[in-house]
């Protein structure tokens, strides 16, 4: 599988922006997406992760409420729509794939068999 990052860019804090990323190589239907940041100095952090239908998501505490994850079969592109950014928000943002029948998400980066090459998203204050 490989995956293309794309969307960061700089915004102001209260922002928003979306970030993408395109998946290749396999059906993107047998595909667990999650996506994942890392701010420099800091280990790498849960963001949100979304079932191979797209039915189940799940986020992580610092981003509920504020960021959705969805996906565009068609496309074979999952997205993450980030709304009210912080400086905080401030990371090197990861997409990964798990190739799984399970029906549900994953929220532990060791479960990921294949990652993209990040996009950086910058909030300034």
């Known amino acids: 599988v490989q995956l293309q990052a794309s969307g960061g860019g700089l915004v102001q804090a209260g922002g928003s922006l979306r970030v993408s990323c395109a998946a290749s190589?396999?059906?993107?239907?047998?595909?667990?997406m999650g996506w994942f940041r890392q701010a420099p100095g800091k280990e790498r952090e849960f963001v949100a992760s979304i079932s191979r239908g797209g039915s189940i998501t799940e986020y992580g505490d610092s981003v509920k409420g504020r960021f959705t994850i969805s996906r565009d079969s068609a496309k074979s592109t999952v997205y993450l729509q980030m709304n009210m950014l912080k400086p905080e928000d401030t990371a090197v943002y990861y997409c990964a794939a798990e190739q799984q029948y399970f029906s549900g998400t994953r929220n532990l980066a060791a479960s990921y068999d294949y990652w993209g090459q990040g996009t950086l998203v910058t909030v300034s204050s």
């Open positions: 190589g396999r059906s993107f239907s047998t595909l667990i």
